[in-house]
Protein backbone atom coordinates (compact mmCIF):
# COMPACT_ATOMS: atom_id res chain seq x y z
CA UNK A 1 0.00 0.00 0.00
CA UNK A 2 2.83 2.53 0.58
CA UNK A 3 3.63 4.55 -2.84
CA UNK A 4 6.10 6.91 -3.10
CA UNK A 5 5.07 10.16 -4.90
CA UNK A 6 6.70 10.41 -8.10
CA UNK A 7 7.42 13.83 -9.99
CA UNK A 8 4.90 15.67 -11.67
CA UNK A 9 5.96 14.92 -15.31
CA UNK A 10 6.39 11.27 -14.53
CA UNK A 11 3.44 10.98 -13.27
CA UNK A 12 0.98 12.99 -16.14
CA UNK A 13 2.69 11.42 -18.95
CA UNK A 14 1.93 7.56 -17.17
CA UNK A 15 -1.51 8.74 -16.45
CA UNK A 16 -1.96 9.90 -19.95
CA UNK A 17 -0.28 6.49 -21.25
CA UNK A 18 -2.58 4.67 -18.92
CA UNK A 19 -5.94 6.67 -19.72
CA UNK A 20 -5.03 5.90 -23.43
CA UNK A 21 -4.22 2.13 -23.26
CA UNK A 22 -7.42 2.32 -20.93
CA UNK A 23 -9.99 3.78 -23.47
CA UNK A 24 -8.44 1.46 -26.11
CA UNK A 25 -8.60 -1.57 -24.79
CA UNK A 26 -12.52 -0.62 -23.42
CA UNK A 27 -12.93 -0.10 -27.25
CA UNK A 28 -11.78 -3.20 -27.77
CA UNK A 29 -14.24 -5.65 -24.86
CA UNK A 30 -16.96 -3.73 -26.43
CA UNK A 31 -16.15 -4.34 -29.82
CA UNK A 32 -15.80 -7.97 -28.87
CA UNK A 33 -18.91 -8.00 -26.84
CA UNK A 34 -20.79 -7.15 -29.57
CA UNK A 35 -19.10 -9.50 -32.07
CA UNK A 36 -20.36 -12.30 -29.80
CA UNK A 37 -23.58 -11.42 -29.41
CA UNK A 38 -24.11 -11.37 -33.22
CA UNK A 39 -22.14 -14.41 -34.12
CA UNK A 40 -24.25 -17.56 -33.78
CA UNK A 41 -22.39 -19.01 -30.69
CA UNK A 42 -23.18 -21.73 -28.32
CA UNK A 43 -24.86 -20.11 -25.30
CA UNK A 44 -22.45 -21.77 -22.79
CA UNK A 45 -19.22 -20.19 -25.00
CA UNK A 46 -21.01 -16.88 -25.51
CA UNK A 47 -21.55 -16.82 -21.79
CA UNK A 48 -17.94 -18.06 -21.15
CA UNK A 49 -17.01 -15.05 -23.33
CA UNK A 50 -19.22 -12.49 -22.32
CA UNK A 51 -18.04 -13.27 -18.56
CA UNK A 52 -14.56 -12.81 -19.32
CA UNK A 53 -14.94 -9.55 -20.78
CA UNK A 54 -17.12 -7.85 -17.76
CA UNK A 55 -14.55 -8.96 -15.03
CA UNK A 56 -12.00 -7.81 -17.60
CA UNK A 57 -14.00 -4.35 -18.05
CA UNK A 58 -14.53 -4.26 -13.97
CA UNK A 59 -11.00 -4.42 -13.16
CA UNK A 60 -10.14 -2.07 -16.58
CA UNK A 61 -12.53 0.78 -14.86
CA UNK A 62 -11.10 0.73 -11.39
CA UNK A 63 -7.49 0.38 -11.84
CA UNK A 64 -4.94 2.63 -12.09
CA UNK A 65 -1.67 1.13 -12.92
CA UNK A 66 1.29 0.64 -11.25
CA UNK A 67 3.02 -2.23 -9.69
CA UNK A 68 1.20 -5.56 -9.23
CA UNK A 69 -1.47 -4.52 -11.53
CA UNK A 70 -0.80 -7.41 -13.89
CA UNK A 71 -1.12 -9.91 -11.48
CA UNK A 72 -3.77 -8.44 -9.85
CA UNK A 73 -5.66 -8.06 -13.14
CA UNK A 74 -4.60 -12.08 -14.24
CA UNK A 75 -6.17 -12.66 -10.96
CA UNK A 76 -9.65 -11.44 -11.13
CA UNK A 77 -10.12 -12.80 -14.47
CA UNK A 78 -9.08 -16.34 -13.55
CA UNK A 79 -11.56 -16.58 -10.65
CA UNK A 80 -14.23 -14.79 -12.75
CA UNK A 81 -13.78 -17.82 -15.11
CA UNK A 82 -14.06 -20.50 -12.31
CA UNK A 83 -17.32 -18.48 -11.39
CA UNK A 84 -18.38 -18.52 -14.04
CA UNK A 85 -17.98 -22.00 -14.98
CA UNK A 86 -18.97 -22.73 -11.77
CA UNK A 87 -22.33 -21.24 -12.47
CA UNK A 88 -22.87 -23.30 -15.62
CA UNK A 89 -22.41 -26.41 -14.02
CA UNK A 90 -24.96 -25.55 -11.46
CA UNK A 91 -27.34 -24.57 -14.48
CA UNK A 92 -26.90 -28.02 -16.50
CA UNK A 93 -27.23 -29.68 -12.94
CA UNK A 94 -31.02 -28.01 -12.41
CA UNK A 95 -32.34 -28.43 -15.28
CA UNK A 96 -31.15 -31.82 -15.60
CA UNK A 97 -34.68 -33.13 -13.33
CA UNK A 98 -32.76 -35.28 -10.85
CA UNK A 99 -33.48 -34.80 -6.91
CA UNK A 100 -29.54 -34.84 -6.31
CA UNK A 101 -28.67 -33.00 -9.23
CA UNK A 102 -31.27 -29.96 -8.54
CA UNK A 103 -30.14 -29.47 -4.81
CA UNK A 104 -25.85 -29.81 -5.87
CA UNK A 105 -27.28 -27.45 -8.53
CA UNK A 106 -28.31 -24.90 -6.49
CA UNK A 107 -25.25 -25.67 -4.10
CA UNK A 108 -23.02 -24.80 -7.14
CA UNK A 109 -25.10 -21.45 -8.11
CA UNK A 110 -24.34 -19.84 -4.28
CA UNK A 111 -20.68 -20.97 -4.18
CA UNK A 112 -20.00 -18.30 -7.22
CA UNK A 113 -22.77 -15.84 -5.94
CA UNK A 114 -20.61 -15.74 -2.44
CA UNK A 115 -17.23 -15.99 -4.15
CA UNK A 116 -18.96 -13.10 -6.86
CA UNK A 117 -19.64 -10.88 -4.05
CA UNK A 118 -16.61 -11.19 -2.20
CA UNK A 119 -14.72 -10.55 -5.41
CA UNK A 120 -17.03 -7.17 -6.16
CA UNK A 121 -16.22 -6.03 -2.29
CA UNK A 122 -12.77 -6.37 -2.67
CA UNK A 123 -12.41 -4.54 -6.14
CA UNK A 124 -14.46 -1.38 -4.62
CA UNK A 125 -12.91 -1.69 -1.60
CA UNK A 126 -9.51 -1.16 -3.88
CA UNK A 127 -10.91 1.37 -5.60
CA UNK A 128 -11.60 3.27 -3.21
CA UNK A 129 -8.14 3.04 -1.28
CA UNK A 130 -6.56 4.48 -4.89
CA UNK A 131 -9.13 7.70 -4.49
CA UNK A 132 -7.49 8.37 -0.94
CA UNK A 133 -4.52 7.68 -2.51
CA UNK A 134 -4.81 10.44 -5.12
CA UNK A 135 -6.43 12.58 -3.02
CA UNK A 136 -3.10 12.68 -0.85
CA UNK A 137 -1.06 12.86 -3.95
CA UNK A 138 -2.70 15.73 -5.24
CA UNK A 139 -2.02 17.58 -2.17
CA UNK A 140 1.28 16.42 -1.55
CA UNK A 141 1.15 14.09 1.45
CA UNK A 142 0.78 11.12 0.05
CA UNK A 143 3.58 9.10 2.61
CA UNK A 144 6.82 7.44 1.23
CA UNK A 145 8.51 4.55 2.42
CA UNK A 146 11.91 5.00 3.32
CA UNK A 147 12.42 2.83 5.90
CA UNK A 148 16.13 1.34 5.93
CA UNK A 149 16.21 -2.22 4.60
CA UNK A 150 18.76 -5.09 4.82
CA UNK A 151 19.70 -6.68 1.14
CA UNK A 152 16.82 -9.48 1.42
CA UNK A 153 13.99 -6.63 1.85
CA UNK A 154 13.66 -6.79 5.74
CA UNK A 155 12.65 -3.35 7.24
CA UNK A 156 14.94 -2.46 10.09
CA UNK A 157 13.07 -3.14 13.45
CA UNK A 158 14.57 0.05 15.26
CA UNK A 159 14.16 2.60 12.59
CA UNK A 160 10.54 1.40 12.47
CA UNK A 161 9.74 1.69 15.71
CA UNK A 162 10.56 5.39 15.70
CA UNK A 163 8.27 6.12 12.57
CA UNK A 164 5.87 4.01 13.80
CA UNK A 165 5.42 6.11 16.92
CA UNK A 166 5.14 9.19 14.95
CA UNK A 167 2.16 7.65 12.57
CA UNK A 168 0.19 5.96 16.02
CA UNK A 169 1.08 9.40 17.67
CA UNK A 170 -0.60 11.61 14.56
CA UNK A 171 -3.83 9.04 14.81
CA UNK A 172 -4.16 9.80 18.71
CA UNK A 173 -4.29 13.59 18.18
CA UNK A 174 -6.61 13.20 15.10
CA UNK A 175 -8.89 9.62 15.49
CA UNK A 176 -11.11 11.38 12.97
CA UNK A 177 -8.35 12.19 10.49
CA UNK A 178 -8.96 9.82 7.11
CA UNK A 179 -5.33 11.33 6.48
CA UNK A 180 -4.17 9.90 9.60
CA UNK A 181 -5.23 6.23 9.18
CA UNK A 182 -4.42 5.93 5.55
CA UNK A 183 -0.66 6.67 6.53
CA UNK A 184 -0.75 4.15 9.68
CA UNK A 185 -1.58 1.71 7.40
CA UNK A 186 0.80 2.58 5.16
CA UNK A 187 3.27 2.04 7.98
CA UNK A 188 1.70 -1.39 9.11
CA UNK A 189 2.43 -1.99 5.68
CA UNK A 190 6.03 -0.98 5.42
CA UNK A 191 6.24 -3.16 8.56
CA UNK A 192 4.63 -6.45 7.25
CA UNK A 193 1.60 -6.08 9.69
CA UNK A 194 -0.56 -6.78 6.55
CA UNK A 195 -3.76 -7.75 8.82
CA UNK A 196 -3.40 -4.54 11.24
CA UNK A 197 -3.00 -2.36 7.84
CA UNK A 198 -6.05 -3.65 6.42
CA UNK A 199 -8.00 -2.56 9.49
CA UNK A 200 -6.31 1.11 9.16
CA UNK A 201 -7.25 1.24 5.19
CA UNK A 202 -11.45 0.69 6.17
CA UNK A 203 -11.08 3.23 8.96
CA UNK A 204 -9.89 5.43 6.75
CA UNK A 205 -12.07 4.44 4.09
CA UNK A 206 -15.19 4.56 6.39
CA UNK A 207 -13.83 8.17 7.71
CA UNK A 208 -13.76 9.38 4.28
CA UNK A 209 -17.02 8.08 3.44
CA UNK A 210 -18.03 9.83 6.82
CA UNK A 211 -18.51 6.86 9.07
CA UNK A 212 -17.36 6.15 11.95
CA UNK A 213 -13.67 4.44 12.71
CA UNK A 214 -13.75 1.08 14.67
CA UNK A 215 -11.28 0.12 16.98
CA UNK A 216 -8.00 -1.78 16.01
CA UNK A 217 -7.57 -5.17 17.38
Known amino acids: ?117 ALVREIIFGARIQKLADELAAAGKLPEDTLPRSPSGRVDKSAAAQEFEKFALAVEDAPDDWASWFNLSCMYDACGERKRARAAMRNAVSLHRGQPAKPMV
Open 1 to 117: MSTPVPSSSMESSRRSLFLSLRLWSALACILLAATVLLLPVPFGARAFILGVLLFSGVFLVVDAGGKGKTFAALTVALLGLYLLFTAQRGVMLIVSGNIAGTVLGVGLLLLPAVGAW
